[in-house]
């Protein structure tokens, strides 16, 4: 039987790998007096909103500038003051990495955090999400499953960044994803039909130029009929708009192409109140810019009845930016991305706080990924009845959905869908 004293840091090593864009990330791995270890790969996003901690890159010739040598590096000497402590006080090695976290690079101190809880799970033999939740009630998240690559993540004409279904109608997980691959499917022959290229973006999902935004909810409502389910009752759609690429702040409008319109926010909400009523649409994430707190609080106040409004960019993880949206009325779900803030419990405590608060907890990968798959034990952990880790596609974006198909095989947990069904996600 091992004794607590075991579970003290005795090794923090790094290495530079690859992301799924093939550009460097960091890979932190931890180790125990016991033996046990815990790795992390931090992902990268490429669509950041400005709150987010920065990360540290090395600014030189290799990899553009892109490389994490100096994070390695500095593993060295923030090991000093870790090292002896027990990988199980999360929140005594998050405190140092918190106050360190300028210096250090928020990649770094997501790799270390993370990975010293996985290896505290390792060291009482638990399921990573046994771990971090603990035995309460569980339900495996709803997929949101991102079929149409566009802004940041695609080399198209889209503006909206990401074109989502969500299998609300599934009764288990392993359906829903099931329902996501069908769609996919059927969304290629589709594209394939057209004379159009089934080449993929950043997040798997296909990334065609179109005539319109509103082209690909229409394609996407042709590919769910084709695949034999029906909009609105089996699957719905989503959208993450990442408004704050298409912003111009000097003007205050927003750029949509390949329409070529320049509209307020007051017209892009209604913009978006028309493809709702028309496309099953159930959940927005970043309708509008992270700046434009104002026109946060009209969309609000106009959907917020009718639709799941995901703030990213916006609270960027950070219970700080989330405590000033609930005050305003701003949003009524959060996306959680361990790295923009920087430590696992700053994340658990937005977490918390959204869930008394009554905002829907969406977690998230990011469009550079890794085959890591801590967010997929964090959702079903956390309760957080959704989970966004790309299209059913890609070894990166697979192996989150799989480690669910594990666990609903391990826990037998309900599909949280049925209940979302019941409370339409808002």
Known sequence: MKRLNESIIVEIKGRE???????PTLEVEVILESGDRGI???PAGKSKGGKEVKELRDQDERYDGKGVKKAVQLLAEIKKRLCGLSATDQKAIDGILKSEKERLGGNTTTGISLACAKAAANFYSLPLYLYLGGKTEKFLPVPLFNLINGGLHAPNNLSIQEFLILPLGAQTFSDALRFGADVYRELKKILKKRGILTGV???GGFCPNLESNEE????LKAAIEDADYEPGVDIFLGLDCAASNFYKKEENR????????????EELIKIYEDWIKRYSIISIEDGLAEEDWSGWEKLTK???????????DIFATNISFLKKGIEKGVANAVLIKPNQVGTLTETLECIGLAQRSHYQTVIS????????TFISHLAFATNSFQIKAGAPSRGERICKYNELLRIEEQTKADY??????????S
């Open 40 to 42: 992390c790969q931090v």
């Open 365 to 372: 990968h990011r469009s550079g990924e890794t085959e890591d």
């Open 216 to 219: 690909a909810l229409k394609l």
């Open 201 to 203: 973006g950043d997040e």
């Open 254 to 265: 927003y750029y949509l192409q390949p329409e070529g319109k320049k509209v307020t926010s």
């Open 302 to 312: 106009t959907l917020g009845d009718k639709v799941q409004l995901v703030g990213d």
């Open 17 to 23: 790998i690859l992301d799924s864009r093939g550009e």
């Open 416 to 425: 949280a869908g049925n209940f979302l069904w019941k409370r339409k996600v």
